[in-house]
């Protein structure tokens, strides 16, 4: 399942002024995308109950044969013949569905939408009017456009996969004089579904896959020296954490400042990277 247009990558090279129909580009595909999602989840949801009346009306069809059958066995094999084809289309017909789902659903971009929508809001208002806002914005979704990591073996037979999609790409100069550039990146771990026998029961029971997703976010600041001291400026120190983000990795250079934090969650909302500007700039030296 897939949304209409527009395309799935944004390329941007404009002026502040010029950045409003991107804005309302994104805005647009973002209400797609979760309508799209929201008829994903009644699909699943009407799956997921007619498996269960399916196999119910099944598993009461073959105990009404057994206690009806009794000695009369062409009765008995008719009415539990009738009892396991339920059962077995049950699992063959809404549960191979739900499985396919499980494992292909549709793109869940609502979150890049709006991030970068609200990043290209209100940057603008931080640029000079005559400078250019460039990047790049992915929108295909991690599933079908993201490049696949490591791998390491999972329960059974299963192969769990780590797959990486850099989907934000912003430069631009602020009106400060300094250049910024941004990168957000995710991380998605992916256990499949899989059957796994219980160890009392020893019946196979259907695991569904397993999803987790890593945040991650990549800052450049180049300074401006005649605006900022880049002797006494000074990134965040690693290892601490700011809002939801954990800051995993920093650097400076002349006047240069490089700061890397991630964090476990499936979106990136604007107010973490607010935040985190907010602490780099926390450290920036004014020159008096």
């Given at each position: 399942?897939?949304?209409?247009?527009?395309?799935?990558?944004?390329?941007?090279?404009?002026?502040?002024?010029?950045?409003?129909?991107?804005?309302?580009?994104?805005?647009?595909?973002?209400?797609?995308?979760?309508?799209?999602?929201?008829?994903?989840?009644?699909?699943?949801?009407?799956?997921?109950?007619?498996?269960?009346?399916?196999?119910?009306?099944?598993?009461?069809?073959?105990?009404?044969?057994?206690?009806?059958?009794?000695?009369?066995?062409?009765?008995?094999?008719?009415?539990?013949?009738?009892?396991?084809?339920?059962?077995?289309?049950?699992?063959?017909?809404?549960?191979?569905?739900?499985?396919?789902?499980?494992?292909?659903?549709?793109?869940?971009?609502?979150?890049?939408?709006?991030?970068?929508?609200?990043?290209?809001?209100?940057?603008?208002?931080?640029?000079?009017?005559?400078?250019?806002?460039t990047g790049q914005i992915e929108l295909s979704g991690i599933e079908q456009g993201g490049t696949l990591g490591r791998t390491k073996p999972?329960?059974?037979?299963?192969?769990?996969?780590?797959?990486?999609?850099?989907?934000?790409?912003?430069?631009?100069?602020?009106?400060?004089?300094?250049?910024?550039?941004?990168?957000?990146?995710?991380?998605?771990?992916?256990?499949?579904?899989?059957?796994?026998?219980?160890?009392?029961?020893?019946?196979?029971?259907?695991?569904?896959?397993?999803?987790?997703?890593?945040?991650?976010?990549?800052?450049?600041?180049?300074?401006?020296?005649?605006?900022?001291?880049?002797?006494?400026?000074?990134?965040?120190?690693?290892?601490?954490?700011?809002?939801?983000?954990?800051?995993?990795?920093?650097?400076?250079?002349?006047?240069?400042?490089?700061?890397?934090?991630?964090?476990?969650?499936?979106?990136?909302?604007?107010?973490?990277?607010?935040?985190?500007?907010?602490?780099?700039?926390?450290?920036?030296?004014?020159?008096?």
């Amino acid at each position: 399942m897939t949304t209409a247009l527009p395309p799935p990558q944004i390329v941007i090279n404009q002026r502040p002024g010029q950045i409003q129909p991107y804005v309302e580009t994104l805005q647009s595909y973002g209400r797609a995308n979760a309508e799209a999602l929201e008829r994903a989840a009644l699909e699943r949801k009407k799956l997921q109950n007619e498996q269960r009346i399916v196999s119910i009306v099944g598993m009461l069809v073959c105990v009404l044969g057994l206690f009806l059958g009794g000695g009369i066995h062409p009765i008995l094999f008719l009415i539990l013949a009738v009892g396991i084809g339920m059962l077995i289309w049950a699992a063959q017909g809404p549960g191979k569905r739900l499985r396919a789902i499980e494992e292909c659903p549709p793109p869940d971009v609502t979150g890049r939408c709006a991030l970068a929508a609200w990043l290209l809001t209100n940057l603008q208002g931080d640029m000079p009017t005559h400078r250019r806002l460039t990047g790049q914005i992915e929108l295909s979704g991690i599933e079908q456009g993201g490049t696949l990591g490591r791998t390491k073996p999972g329960f059974g037979n299963t192969t769990v996969s780590y797959t990486y999609q850099r989907w934000l790409d912003l430069e631009l100069r602020l009106v400060d004089g300094n250049e910024l550039r941004l990168r957000a990146t995710e991380r998605l771990k992916l256990r499949p579904g899989h059957y796994r026998k219980g160890s009392v029961s020893g019946k196979s029971k259907w695991k569904p896959a397993k999803r987790s997703m890593l945040q991650r976010v990549s800052l450049r600041l180049q300074m401006n020296p005649a605006v900022y001291d880049t002797a006494l400026s000074r990134p965040p120190p690693a290892s601490r954490r700011i809002g939801g983000l954990n800051v995993r990795w920093t650097d400076q250079h002349d006047h240069e400042l490089r700061v890397v934090a991630e964090a476990e969650m499936d979106r990136l909302p604007p107010e973490e990277i607010l935040q985190l500007l907010r602490e780099i700039y926390a450290g920036l030296a004014r020159r008096g």
